[in-house]
């Protein structure tokens, strides 16, 4: 039998499939006959072996196929579902995808979360603001074609928060930055355009910089928030796990925990947007190979001498890219490891048939 879990709507009891964020892009993947057989619900929750999601009918807990395990899934993705079995039947095509490679494990991706429309990357006006952290989730946007909002808190216990907003708007073109408090009703109203209904925003950001306040202020709800040490500037985790909520004003959040470290892997295309200033220098120097390190005609160096780069923007490029390629590299080594031994399995099984019938 279906279930449902009992949780309180922050605002419509019976939203629509576009309320929930259901656009033309997943209405192509089913046809009408389908669409009535096995009814779309988006992710809320994901848990072991089993997922909480949201449709025009309700709240769903929902168990998995045999195929398919919760690594498979994220908040914010859409299924097809068996209402009556209270069950998955296919995972849709995602819009955007936000994943990040798994330490350790050469192939492996971690989903983060699924359909969203704005990154809403979150720092505070303190130690914890970090060009080269930011810099990597901005990365991680420009890869998953994701708009990113670099929103900067605590402006409340910053003397300088307009410095640090100026900073942050340094970082890419590609991102829009506000400074709020996130505990000022109207200070934190300038993200409303962002959450307008049917729109999916994901937080990220180090832990204790204030997600889980601005999720309370958004949703109109209460969460445990956890404020950042004094003598390090370092939060502890708040939020364990994604989730999707609704905002008051329609659109959905998707709250994640705290990440110690954001790894780079395939997403050079992303690195060259963040850094397109310097992409744009790179083109004017003399020689195409131009490693920008001690080089005649290197028009970034130029750039730096006169002031105009920032030397550690040069450094942190470099670092992403290498450690981009050395990622991407291991990731494709291992995959065609796998294609040739999965051949080699292909073929040693053939060979026996071959002599069976032989025989």
């Not at 699924?114 to 720092?123: F, G």
């Amino acid at each position: 039998m279906s279930k449902t879990y009992a949780r309180a709507s922050n605002s419509m009891n019976t939203p629509t499939l576009v309320d929930i964020g259901w656009t033309s892009h997943f209405a192509d993947q089913v046809d009408g006959e389908t669409l009535l057989a096995t009814p779309p619900a988006r992710i809320c929750d994901v848990h072991r072996g089993r997922v909480l999601a949201k449709s025009e009918t309700g709240n769903m807990e929902l168990d998995l196929p045999s195929t398919m395990g919760t690594a498979d899934l994220a908040v914010g993705d859409w299924v097809l579902t068996d209402p009556a079995a209270g069950l998955v039947v296919s995972l849709l095509d995602r819009l955007t995808e936000l994943k990040r490679p798994i330490a350790g494990i050469a192939t492996k991706y971690q989903l983060i979360a699924a359909n969203v429309d704005t990154l809403m990357i979150v720092s505070s006006c303190n130690a914890d603001f970090n060009p080269a952290r930011l810099e990597r989730y901005l990365a991680l946007a420009a890869t998953s074609e994701t708009t990113p909002l670099l929103v900067l808190t605590k402006v409340d216990l910053a003397d300088d928060a307009q410095e640090y907003l100026e900073k942050a708007k340094r970082l890419s073109p590609l991102a829009d930055a506000v400074a709020i408090d996130s505990l000022d009703e109207s200070s934190l109203g300038q993200l409303q355009p962002w959450v307008m209904p049917g729109q999916t925003v994901a937080l990220v950001g180090s832990s204790g910089v204030g997600k889980s306040t601005i999720l309370n202020g958004l949703a109109g709800m209460q969460t445990a928030t956890q404020t950042i040490r004094e003598d390090d500037a370092k939060g502890r985790h708040t939020t364990t796990a994604r989730c999707l909520r609704q905002t008051t004003s329609g659109g959905w959040l998707i709250d994640t925990p705290g990440m110690r470290s954001l790894s780079m892997g395939g997403s050079s295309e992303g690195i060259d947007l963040v850094f397109a200033d310097l992409i744009d220098l790179a083109g004017s120097c003399k020689f195409s190979d131009c490693a920008h390190a001690s080089e005649p005609g290197c028009a970034i160096q130029a750039a730096i001498a006169a002031g105009d780069v920032d030397v550690g923007r040069l450094q942190r490029w470099q670092k992403l890219l290498l450690e981009d390629a050395q990622n991407s590299g291991t990731i494709a080594s291992a995959r065609a490891k796998q294609k040739s031994k999965s051949r080699q399995i292909k073929s040693t099984v053939r060979n026996k048939h071959k002599r069976r019938k032989n025989n």
